[in-house]
Nanobody
Framework: QVQFAESGGGEVQPGGSLRLSCVAS??????MGWYLQSPGNQRRIIAR???????YYADSVKGRFTISRDNAKKTVYLQMDSLKPEDTGVYYC????????WGQGTQVTVSS
């Protein structure tokens, strides 16, 4: 089973930016997603990208986050701009159609 390793999180002030990376142990799936688990909330998908490059964003991040993928590098990225305190949480990436296992995620904290 392909495993994912997320990185790039950290603490940033509101309005700041971060770029997350997710490296896969094998080939990227047809549809890859970034998920956010905020404190006290269930993990939810916030962005996904198909192999064709088609993307989807949750309303909460539309216009601020950009998902991309590099199949040759087996890596999915999430560029996060204009960060808000409500973006705080642990970010994970995964195969949208097989979420049976998860990586450790990367913590993002947006705070002044």
């Amino acid at each position: 089973q392909v495993q994912f390793a997320e990185s790039g999180g950290g603490e940033v002030q509101p309005g700041g930016s971060l770029r997350l990376s997710c490296v896969a142990s094998g080939s990227l799936a047809y549809s890859m997603g970034w998920y956010l688990q905020s404190p006290g909330n269930q993990r939810r998908i916030i962005a996904r990208i198909r192999d064709s490059g088609t993307t989807y964003y949750a309303d909460s991040v539309k216009g601020r986050f950009t998902i991309s993928r590099d199949n040759a590098k087996k890596t999915v990225y999430l560029q996060m701009d204009s960060l808000k305190p409500e973006d705080t949480g642990v970010y994970y990436c995964n195969n949208v159609y097989d979420t049976s296992s998860w990586g450790q995620g990367t913590q993002v904290t947006v705070s002044s």
